[in-house]
């Protein structure tokens, strides 16, 4: 999930800025070369607010381990990104913190987060999916070790396939608008596809993955839009989607208006055959007490378009460091041992990936542990862990993450809709949205 207010990082400084100089604080950069009697002070570990018991549960076994103190302070997603810049830019004692990968330019950029490349414990990356190592990335730098990671997957209701004589899910998004016109022709469902287009922190998920599926990009490596392009862009997917709604009528026009979260209690009832849906949810599809379809979600690789493959878009956060932690070596060191415990090995082994993954269903960035026996346990209670395993395998990072993304992603978002519901062609909404891209790339 990404999540960037529309507030404006420019708009945000400006006003945060001139709130604290009337409280009599400064903007500037924290002030290094404190000294080692900082050696002294606890560690400052920032979070948001998930998994919370699970979080000082490992923290207590950090400090009883390794002698070293944690203040540790979380804050509710839906206002940690501000937060933290509040807590930055005022100087707030903070060390080490979760990181959402759609955060990085700005916050690398701000001088908020610096690289850790000179830690080679936390940079040891032979074990991590290739896409949390780009999108810990940023201008050649590697910023973070792993928190955790997800990709969007395409989830199909086994029941009503079987029901519909379908004998297997579709590999394309051809088959997809096949199927479901046969399951709606036999009256098992009127909007046999789920895809939530609502503008929220999601949107962007559910777009990349049918564009990277469909063999496109919104952006080239140079970071130049190329969404407007009629083969290599965005166009194949946004018309995929169009058609559905439109032509097909296998997609609700609601989809517009339809979040993440409803999606997910839709695809619940049992009511519809195919949804884009996050990874993480399929514990909850396959949970009697919470799901009408258990026992029946089931995972395929993400259909492919006539130029594409089954790839999908992955998103990862991960613990960065500060320039406070760094400006004291003892400090620094203290910090990637926090660093180390919770996104690397806890006395040999993947604990907190685990104990993550045990206790809420977080996924991980962590490839050897689609081997773990417990991991593998786990997951064949409701999936099927090698396919989970290779879809994660084709997951990319996501292609318009730039300190620009949270306001060109509204006009983005709103362009789509527009297409969706008719009102402007295809073409019309690409131009429109790659044309921001390019004013605002400009003006950064």
């Known amino acids: 999930m990404t999540s960037i207010a529309p ?3 420019r708009s945000f400084l400006k006003t945060t800025a001139s709130g604290l100089a009337t409280a009599g604080l400064s903007a500037a950069p924290f002030v290094t070369g404190a000294g080692r009697a900082l050696a002294t002070e606890p560690i400052n570990f920032a979070t948001w607010s998930a998994a919370v018991d699970t979080v000082k549960s490992h923290l207590a076994a950090f400090e009883a381990k390794t002698g070293i103190k944690v203040n540790y302070s979380n804050s509710p997603w839906a206002q940690y990104r501000e937060t933290m810049i509040t807590k930055f830019i005022g100087k707030a004692p903070v060390d080490t913190l979760w990181v959402s990968d759609s955060w990085l330019p700005e916050w690398a950029d701000a001088g908020w987060i610096l690289p850790v490349d000179q830690y080679k414990s936390l940079t040891d990356n032979s074990d991590v999916d290739q896409f949390c190592v780009d999108s810990m990335t940023y201008k050649g730098k590697q910023y973070g070790n792993t928190y955790y990671s997800d990709y969007m997957a395409f989830i199909y209701n086994a029941d009503m396939l079987a029901k519909a004589g379908i004998k297997a899910p579709p590999e394309s998004w ?16 009127q909007w046999p596809v789920l895809i939530s287009m609502a503008q929220e922190s999601w949107l962007i998920e559910f777009m990349t993955a049918m564009v990277f599926s469909n063999g496109g990009r919104f952006t080239d490596d140079k970071g130049n839009a190329v969404m407007q392009d009629p083969a290599n862009g965005a166009a194949p997917a946004l018309r995929w989607l169009v058609d559905a709604v439109q032509k097909h009528k296998i997609l609700s026009p609601s989809c517009v208006e339809t979040g993440e979260l409803a999606v997910l209690k839709a695809f619940s009832s049992g009511e519809h055959a195919f949804g884009l849906i996050p990874k993480y949810r399929l514990r909850t599809l396959n949970d009697p007490a919470q799901s009408k379809l258990a026992g029946n979600a089931k995972i395929a690789l993400m259909p492919k378009g006539d130029k594409g493959s089954h790839a999908t878009v992955g998103w990862m956060r991960f613990y960065g460091m500060t320039p406070r932690a760094q400006a004291d070596a003892q400090r620094a060191a203290d910090s990637v041992k926090l660093m180390e415990w919770f996104g690397g090995k806890a006395d040999g082994e993947y604990k907190f ?23 593998r346990a786990a997951y064949a209670a409701y999936g099927d862990v090698d396919l989970i395993g290779k879809q994660q395998s084709l997951a990319r990072k996501k292609d318009v993450v730039a300190p620009w993304f949270g306001e060109w992603n509204d006009v983005n978002g709103t362009a789509w809709q527009q297409a969706i519901m008719g009102k402007v062609t295809v073409e019309q909404a690409l131009n429109s949205s790659a044309a921001k891209w390019t004013e605002l790339k400009k003006q950064s």
């Open 353 to 375: 990936q685990k104990m993550l993954f045990k206790d809420v269903g977080s996924g991980f960035g962590v490839k050897s542990l689609f081997n773990d026996p417990e991991i």
């Open 7 to 9: 507030l404006s990082r």
């Open 174 to 189: 051809a088959e997809v608008v096949d199927q479901s016109k046969i399951i709606k022709d036999k009256g098992l469902a």
